[in-house]
């Protein structure tokens, strides 16, 4: 029963308690200072790690943009070393390594050395042409890898031929380097 004036107090039946008597029951809608800290404390949980993960996904997003830049503006000097002439210049954005692997049609080719003498064998002087890449899709597999998409045309007085590729990089100390190349 409550106490005269005291609505918000009920006061324990002595049946309940086996005829003790206890101290009266506090009905107070107020949340306890604990109940308060849990609340707050998990709030501010959800708080950080929503702020954080935003922060990460901005992070990431801004290296994957400054990644995908470097590696078309790998792509861009690639064809630009071609159109000059200089092999040499474009093999620089492979992969210097007897792993590397090349692929067209029915070829595939290991190896940095075989790939530079297949196109000096092919393309040399006025041969070579003028290079362009187009339909460029770069997705960035990690930090630290990514492929590429595209478009290829070699555009000669007597010809043009053209065709697609996948190219697999990897980030390297000295930069971007094609570790696979599909071309056809």
Known sequence: MPLAGHPE???NE????????????TLD??????????????????CWFLSLSLLLC??????????????QAMLD?????WNE???DGYMKYYWNSEKLTFQSGAQKMLGWKALLAMYKSKYSGKNMGILNFSDIEITMLSEQSAYV??????????????GVFTLILK??????????????
């Open 9 to 11: 107090i009920i006061e």
């Open 14 to 25: 002595s049946w309940f308690s086996g005829g003790a008597k206890r101290q009266p029951l």
């Open 29 to 46: 809608p107020r949340p306890t200072t604990l109940d308060a800290f849990t609340k707050e404390n998990v709030m501010n949980k959800i």
């Open 58 to 71: 901005g992070f990431i997003l801004f290296a994957s943009g400054d990644a995908k830049k470097n590696i």
């Open 77 to 81: 000097a690639q064809a630009k070393s």
């Open 85 to 87: 002439g200089n092999i």
């Open 149 to 162: 998409l595209g478009r290829w045309k070699v555009t000669t007085k007597n010809a043009v031929k053209e």
């Open 171 to 184: 980030h390297m100390p000295e930069g971007w380097r094609i570790i696979h190349d599909h071309s056809s």
